[in-house]
């Protein structure tokens, strides 16, 4: 926990002392950790799947002006999370891949030096497998970046084209091989519930990645999201039988290979889950800079949400005029037990009753009534000290978290 020591209000603009520090509707007694997250908004080729605020390289990238976008809009961020250190940081998109060497390092050294970064704070960078240099990446280690995670989504070279990816399985293997020689904690995301993939070709899948012991596994199923090319023309994808198989068959094979599966979608080896991750599935704080990024800041009597501009021309224009935020509002009382639940109720293991009263400023006795009829159905287990989903409850867990809907 981090107490709250908010900087004198005189070194505070007014601004930040009028909306955010008088007495509002919570009281929370300690603010919890803070990530940062940034975005890097383009990509060589957007996937019919992707519903990410990403957009088609159209010629040579404004690197240098986007990248003095995301100072200034730091800078004018900094107020809001004064005296706070910063415990993770993500950098994601898009395909921040794409930025030069001397982009990133110069990305980093400005957090650096405006950022009080935690001495061993989690630093992970997306990369795809498509946009890998050996000298680059050997690059992005030095400057810092301390954890890689990379976007193969399948190793079968027709599913791939299928999902619209610009890598082959010969590249996904390819880029495994540089990103182990420069860095100890990696991540494999990958998909399943492909067009077309039979059981036997995900657990293909998933066993080659695990052939290459990465720290960490991301498996998601493929879902089909509004306002996407698949959602339009939706390819031919296997039952839900075959898809509950899939998945029933990724718990036991990452077990047998001594991958913990602590949140619906993220397996580790001990030791080596996603801190950033985990601050945001334990309901903390992260500031997001990036057009369309999006941040959670609490403050002692309120907890914020904001959303940068997303068109990539709108944040620089915005960013540079020292207004890089196009939305901003405050969770509601009656909204924050279901955003609370909304995330850590994705931990297989689930959360300490204490962690929700610390991180939402409530009586915990607010969630009994919702709380007890979820246990009834059999979808939560609950003692005094811990609150965690059973195996029927992370099976239906989009049904167990719309019982905490406010009415």
Same mark, same amino acid.
């Given at each position: 926990? @981090?107490?709250?020591?908010?900087?004198?209000?005189?070194?505070?603009?007014?601004?930040?002392?009028?909306?955010?520090?008088?007495?509002?509707?919570?009281?929370?007694?300690?603010?919890?950790?803070?990530?940062?997250?940034?975005?890097?908004?383009?990509?060589?080729?957007?996937?019919?799947?992707?519903?990410?605020?990403?957009?088609?390289?159209?010629?040579?990238?404004?690197?240098?002006?986007?990248?003095?976008?995301?100072?200034?809009?730091?800078?004018?961020?900094?107020?809001?999370?004064?005296?706070?250190?910063?415990?993770?940081?993500? @950098?994601?998109?898009?395909?921040?891949?794409?930025?030069?060497?001397?982009?990133?390092?110069?990305?980093?050294?400005?957090?650096?030096?405006?950022?009080?970064?935690?001495?061993?704070?989690?630093?992970?960078?997306?990369?795809?497998?498509?946009?890998?240099?050996?000298?680059?990446?050997?690059?992005?280690?030095?400057?810092?970046?301390?954890?890689?995670?990379?976007?193969?989504?399948?190793?079968?070279?027709?599913?791939?084209?299928?999902?619209?990816?610009?890598?082959?399985?010969?590249?996904?293997?390819?880029?495994?091989?540089?990103?182990?020689? =420069?860095?100890? =904690?990696?991540?494999?995301?990958?998909?399943?519930?492909?067009?077309?993939?039979?059981?036997?070709?995900?657990?293909?899948?998933?066993?080659?990645?695990?052939?290459?012991?990465?720290?960490?596994?991301?498996?998601?199923?493929?879902?089909?999201?509004?306002?996407?090319?698949?959602?339009?023309?939706?390819?031919?994808?296997?039952?839900?039988?075959?898809?509950?198989?899939?998945?029933?068959?990724?718990?036991?094979?990452?077990?047998?290979?001594?991958?913990?599966?602590?949140?619906?979608?993220?397996?580790?080896?001990?030791?080596?889950?996603?801190?950033?991750?985990?601050?945001?599935?334990?309901?903390?704080?992260?500031?997001?800079?990036?057009?369309?990024?999006?941040?959670?800041?609490?403050?002692?009597?309120?907890?914020?949400?904001?959303?940068?501009?997303?068109?990539?021309?709108?944040?620089?224009?915005?960013?540079?005029?020292?207004?890089?935020?196009?939305?901003?509002?405050?969770?509601?009382?009656?909204?924050?037990?279901?955003?609370?639940?909304?995330?850590?109720?994705?931990?297989?293991?689930?959360?300490?009753?204490?962690?929700?009263?610390?991180?939402?400023?409530?009586?915990? =006795?607010?969630?009994?009534?919702?709380?007890?009829?979820?246990?009834?159905?059999?979808?939560?287990?609950?003692?005094?000290?811990? @609150?965690?989903?059973?195996?029927?409850?992370?099976?239906?867990? =989009?049904?167990?978290?719309?019982?905490?809907?406010?009415?």
């Amino acid at each position: 926990m @981090i107490p709250i020591h908010p900087a004198p209000l005189q070194a505070i603009p007014a601004r930040v002392a009028d909306n955010y520090l008088k007495p509002g509707l919570l009281n929370l007694t300690a603010l919890p950790p803070l990530s940062l997250y940034v975005h890097f908004p383009w990509c060589v080729r957007k996937c019919p799947y992707c519903d990410f605020n990403s957009h088609e390289a159209n010629g040579d990238l404004p690197e240098e002006a986007y990248l003095a976008a995301l100072r200034a809009d730091l800078e004018q961020s900094l107020p809001l999370i004064w005296g706070r250190k910063i415990v993770s940081v993500f @950098i994601g998109g898009g395909t921040p891949s794409l930025l030069s060497a001397r982009g990133l390092d110069t990305l980093l050294s400005d957090l650096r030096s405006l950022l009080p970064l935690e001495a061993d704070a989690e630093i992970t960078m997306e990369a795809n497998p498509g946009t890998f240099e050996a000298d680059k990446f050997r690059s992005f280690a030095s400057s810092g970046v301390n954890r890689l995670s990379i976007g193969i989504q399948s190793f079968n070279t027709s599913h791939l084209k299928a999902l619209g990816r610009i890598h082959d399985g010969e590249e996904a293997i390819r880029a495994i091989g540089i990103a182990r020689e =420069n860095f100890s =904690n990696l991540n494999l995301d990958l998909m399943y519930a492909l067009p077309q993939q039979t059981l036997e070709q995900a657990e293909e899948d998933v066993q080659t990645a695990i052939s290459f012991e990465p720290s960490h596994l991301s498996l998601y199923h493929l879902t089909m999201e509004p306002n996407t090319v698949f959602a339009k023309y939706p390819p031919d994808l296997p039952d839900d039988d075959t898809s509950a198989e899939m998945q029933q068959m990724l718990i036991e094979t990452t077990a047998a290979a001594a991958y913990e599966h602590y949140e619906v979608s993220a397996y580790a080896i001990a030791g080596q889950r996603s801190r950033h991750n985990l601050n945001y599935w334990q309901f903390g704080d992260y500031l997001g800079i990036g057009a369309g990024a999006h941040s959670k800041l609490s403050f002692p009597h309120r907890i914020v949400r904001q959303a940068r501009y997303r068109q990539p021309a709108s944040y620089l224009q915005q960013a540079a005029a020292g207004n890089a935020v196009a939305e901003e509002a405050e969770i509601s009382r009656e909204a924050l037990g279901f955003e609370f639940m909304l995330n850590a109720l994705r931990l297989t293991e689930g959360f300490e009753v204490r962690l929700f009263t610390e991180r939402t400023g409530l009586s915990f =006795n607010l969630m009994d009534e919702t709380l007890n009829a979820a246990e009834a159905k059999g979808l939560l287990l609950r003692d005094h000290l811990r @609150i965690a989903p059973t195996l029927l409850g992370q099976r239906f867990l =989009n049904d167990l978290q719309q019982m905490f809907l406010p009415d």
